[in-house]
């Protein structure tokens, strides 16, 4: 199929910006939509009146995905699970709530299993297999598309083929310390010989019990993974690695107490050697991101933005986006995803807005998840098949409209510069609430963000100090709402744009003169 369009969107490898200058030229911001694919798979064959597979997806939903501006499909939950997870899932008395919340008429069907407790790393029997897969992979790419798929590289299924065939790949206890801890050991039965395996965990939560934990201490194990992401690599043209900072050795020894070799440099490298345009994006945490990009990735989740926009702290989201933009720029920012409420439940309706327009204006991947846009409140279970169906929140689906068109425009496709906005006048800090940056050409801004994250009436100053504006009438025009103003540039470059706005206004102004 060649190169795919997104990739040259790229530009120089993580390395090369990371640390490179921070006022360079950056790449086309990315934009990733995640799609779990049992719910969508379901979802068509109830349209159908039959099951449906990968290659039975009708055109128009591909269509719809890159009409929006999407570059990249996440697919959650390709892979081959196995009997053994459904099970657990079926079985955990603590869970069961959870999935009647998320899906009010659950059936026993519905659960079908954690996708991350993968028993194989080919395409589901149950979506049609590689052949399926494929074609709906060529599907997309004629349309743009990269397709991206998970990599869980902490554990396996409880029922993965080397449980059998290679139990040591898997980091094993005694039955005294299966005794001690019931909820980290699994009594496993393996050609008769009784073994007493861990199952997956990070240093701060329970065990996952439909998991077994593989052992990185173990260079044939080490080895064995590397190979499957190459096969992936293969495969498509990305992975979004789950919990991918649990492999990293100082995590490792945190968790396990054991001593391994560094994983992500080797595998990165190996799978750059199959596929020099694989995309590699890492969920991660615990302020490791610079960690993991540091050693191949081209993303990492901005977990810190989400948390300070959900907290809606003015001040603590100006920190974070005046860091060097050729690190915010290898970000992934969210205001949901599988692991989080969804954006309409979590955000008060006004400040919504707000929080979109600047996790998905600001530098970085812009990763939103099915349902986001159409304003869905009810976050799925990843153990279920199906989601429940809400009805669209048509005030939301019109402004995610309006801001994906402001993706689409190119206004965000320049340089970025933060801007520190200043007081409308002594004894007023209501500027300090305000959010404000520019994406510029080389003379001229192109779009300016301007919004006041907080619950209450604020004025500020936004210093425009860009050439070119002296002796010009200059037009802004909000892409965002209704708002058209007119100033004169001097007044602009000495003392700014003045604003006087209301809670949670949001601006995007296209600038011209």
């Known amino acids: 199929m060649g190169r795919p369009v997104w990739a040259s969107t790229l530009g120089s490898r993580c390395c090369e910006l990371f640390f490179g200058d921070g006022d360079s030229a950056l790449p086309r911001p990315l934009a990733l939509y995640q799609i779990d694919t049992r719910d969508w798979l379901w979802r068509c064959g109830h349209e159908r009146g039959r099951p449906c597979a990968l290659d039975q997806i009708p055109d128009e939903h591909l269509d719809r995905i890159a009409a929006l501006g999407f570059d990249l499909v996440y697919l959650l939950g390709i892979w081959q699970t196995g009997p053994a997870g459904a099970a657990v899932s079926r079985n955990v008395a603590e869970w069961q709530a959870g999935f009647r919340a998320a899906l009010p008429d659950m059936t026993p069907d519905d659960i079908t299993g954690s996708p991350f407790a993968v028993s194989a790393y080919r395409v589901h029997e149950e979506f049609g297999g590689s052949y399926a897969f494929e074609s709906l992979r060529d599907r997309l790419r004629q349309r743009g598309l990269g397709i991206i798929l998970d990599f869980v590289p902490n554990h396996t299924a409880m029922d993965h083929y080397w449980v059998q065939e290679h139990p040591d790949y898997y980091l094993s206890g005694s039955a005294q310390q299966a005794a001690d801890q019931p909820g980290v050991f699994a009594k496993i039965d393996v050609r008769g010989e009784t073994h007493f395996l861990a199952h997956g965990k990070d240093p701060y939560f329970p065990a996952w019990p439909d998991t077994l934990q593989l052992n990185y201490a173990n260079p044939d194990a080490h080895e064995a993974m590397v190979s499957e992401l190459t096969r992936i690599a293969a495969l498509c043209d990305g992975v979004r690695c789950d919990m991918s900072m649990l492999v990293l050795p100082e995590v490792f020894q945190k968790t396990w107490g054991l001593a391994m070799q560094p994983f992500w440099p080797a595998a990165v490298a190996a799978c750059r050697e199959v596929n020099p345009d694989f995309l590699l994006l890492a969920e991660v945490y615990w302020g490791l991101e610079g960690t993991l990009l540091s050693q191949g990735f081209d993303y990492a989740y901005d977990k810190s933005l989400y948390d300070r926009l959900v907290s809606r702290r003015a001040a603590d989201v100006r920190q974070h986006l005046s860091a060097p933009v050729s690190y915010q720029s290898k970000t992934a920012r969210f205001l949901e995803n599988h692991d989080e409420a969804r954006a309409a439940a979590t955000l008060p309706r006004e400040a919504h807005p707000a929080a979109a327009a600047i996790t998905y204006l600001a530098p970085g991947m812009r990763f939103f998840q099915h349902g986001q846009l159409e304003g869905a409140r009810v976050r799925p ?29 190119g206004a965000i496709d320049l340089d970025w510069r933060w801007i520190w906005p200043t007081a409308a006048w002594e004894v007023n800090d209501t500027f300090c609430d305000f959010v404000c940056f520019a994406w510029y050409s080389v003379q001229r801004p192109y779009l300016l963000v301007a919004v006041n994250y907080s619950d209450h009436q604020g004025q500020c100053y936004v210093p425009m100090r860009f050439g070119g504006l002296a002796g010009k009438t200059v037009r802004f025009v909000d892409l965002l709402g209704d708002d058209v103003y007119e100033r004169r540039g001097d007044d602009l470059f000495s003392r700014g744009l003045y604003l006087d706005v209301p809670a949670w206004k949001v601006h995007a102004f296209r600038i011209t003169f």
């Open 381 to 409: 279970s990843v153990h279920l098949r199906r989601r429940a169906v809400e009805a669209p929140d048509a005030e939301l689906a019109e402004f995610y409209d309006q801001l994906l068109s402001v993706m689409r425009s």
